[in-house]
């Protein structure tokens, strides 16, 4: 079980998301799972992810929506499926400062 689940809904991001996923893949703490629900997209946003998925299939758990549920329901449906003990917040334009997970986790454990 991965102490960190990074939730993320994301739609028709395909601009943004590579770098907010890069700055995932960047952290100094690497226990994680990465949870991302794709919403339905209509660019090649679920293509970036399964590209992401593929190539990192033990970090990632791809969802996609066949209709648009929203942000709300997409990340429910993330909530639903992570086994973290703890959650993280991400949107797909979102960057993190590399050590973001380390100091977040460090924070709630001390």
Same mark, same amino acid.
């Given at each position: 079980?991965?102490?960190?689940? =990074? ?10 998301? &590579?770098?907010?996923? $890069? ?5 100094? *703490?690497? +226990?994680?799972? *990465?949870? =991302?629900? @794709? @919403?339905?997209? %209509? @660019? #090649? ?19 996609? $929506? ?7 329901? #997409? ?9 973290? &003990?703890? =959650?993280?917040?991400? %949107?797909? @334009? +979102? =960057?993190?400062?590399? +050590?973001?997970? &380390?100091?977040?986790? %460090?924070?709630? &454990?001390?």
């Amino acid at each position: 079980m991965p102490k960190v689940s =990074i939730i993320m809904g994301a739609y028709n991001c395909e601009a943004t998301l &590579e770098n907010s996923i $890069n700055s995932i893949l960047n952290q100094t *703490f690497n +226990d994680w799972e *990465f949870v =991302i629900c @794709d @919403d339905a997209s %209509d @660019d #090649s946003t679920l293509s970036i992810l399964e590209s992401y998925k593929n190539k990192y299939p033990k970090k990632f758990v791809l969802l996609h $929506n066949d209709k648009n549920l929203m942000l709300a329901g #997409s990340l429910n449906r993330c909530l639903s499926v992570a086994k973290g &003990e703890y =959650i993280a917040r991400m %949107d797909a @334009d +979102d =960057i993190s400062a590399p +050590d973001r997970l &380390e100091k977040q986790v %460090d924070y709630l &454990e001390h």
